[in-house]
């Protein structure tokens, strides 16, 4: 079984708002190459990530998403 979250519907999590569940994107699902958040901090780690693609640190990161941690 996988954890989930959501934003609204039957993942949500109450107390968890978006700069949360944005965050497990990010970091839990390695979406942030693809996320632009609202969040300043978010944004620009995002923005970041998305330059820094095919780096050492964008490889690793990918692999940290893909483990079953």
Aim: aromatic letters at 12%.
């Amino acid at each position: 079984m996988q954890f989930d979250c959501q934003r609204d519907g039957d993942f949500k999590i109450y107390g968890v708002g978006d700069f949360g569940v944005t965050s497990f994107e990010i970091w839990c699902r390695g979406l942030g190459h693809a996320l632009h958040p609202k969040d300043k901090a978010l944004s620009v780690f995002c923005s970041w990530l998305r330059q820094s693609r095919g780096s050492k640190v964008s490889k690793l990161s990918t692999a940290m998403a893909d483990s079953d941690v």
